[in-house]
């Protein structure tokens, strides 16, 4: 069974960057998926931040394009987040997930990660 | 980016209750739509996956439907653990989900 954590700071002063990890186990980074970022604000509905395959190719949600940078470690079997100049805006719960390949349904999610944009 | 918006925004009903939610993409998404249910505190679980198969594991009192443009879910008798937040996403394109449907025990 395949299990995502993700792990990283919980609070991040504004125009800082946020980095999460996300640790996949049960399973291989470089199977045939794509390892996404879905956000959710408290009390709001979600958002797709972007995804990575283990080759590096990446796609990010238009919206934060500028400030997404996802990167995959093949050896520890995890990929990362980095969002830079964050606002208050930007708080809200962080899910690593797994989308399928071929439908783009996220099979798989991690248990999610509260960040905190406060000085 | 495909705006999905989804109907009604809360709903209340009662156990044995039949319900349907509905999702309308603003362009045709072929069954590229998925179903999640989100319970207070816990990540998404998916549900159904290309507008109509059920995710292994899920009761078949879960049914997903449609094409194109729109898409039910219709539980066919709710059940006590039922009560959550529903949302629907495409993957036809850039991933994208409704704004969510809260149902809730009348």
């Known amino acids: 069974q395949v299990q995502l954590q993700e792990s990283g700071p919980g609070l991040v002063k504004p125009s800082g960057t946020l980095s999460l990890t996300c640790a996949v186990s049960?399973?291989?980074?470089?199977?045939?998926?794509?390892w996404s970022w879905v956000r959710q604000p408290p009390g709001k509905g979600l958002e797709w931040i972007g995804e990575?395959?283990?080759?590096?190719?990446?796609n990010y949600n238009p919206s934060l394009k500028s400030r997404v940078t996802m990167l995959v470690d093949k050896s520890k079997n995890q990929f990362s987040l980095r969002l830079n100049s964050v606002t208050a805006a930007d708080t809200a719960v962080y899910y690593c997930?797994?989308?399928?390949?071929?439908?783009?349904?996220?099979?798989?999610w991690g248990q999610g990660t509260l960040v905190t944009v406060s000085p | 980016d495909i705006q999905m918006t989804q109907s009604p925004s809360s709903l209340s009903a009662s156990v044995g209750d039949r319900v349907t939610i509905t999702c309308r993409a603003s362009?045709?998404?072929?069954?590229?739509l998925n179903w999640y249910q989100q319970k207070p505190g816990t990540a998404p679980k998916l549900l159904i996956y290309?507008?109509?198969s059920l995710q292994s594991g899920v009761p078949s009192r879960f049914r997903g439907s449609g094409s194109g443009t729109d898409f039910t879910l219709t539980i066919s008798s709710l059940q006590p653990e039922d009560f959550a937040t529903f949302y629907c996403?495409?993957?036809?394109?850039?991933?994208?989900f409704g704004q969510g449907t809260r149902l809730e025990i009348k």
């Open positions: 996403q495409q993957s036809y394109s850039t991933p994208t």
């Open positions: 997930a797994r989308k399928d390949f071929d439908q783009g349904y996220f099979g798989y």
């Open positions: 362009q045709s998404i072929s069954t590229f």
């Open positions: 290309a507008a109509s």
């Open positions: 990575i395959y283990h080759s590096g190719s990446t």
């Open positions: 049960g399973g291989s980074i470089s199977s045939s998926n794509w």
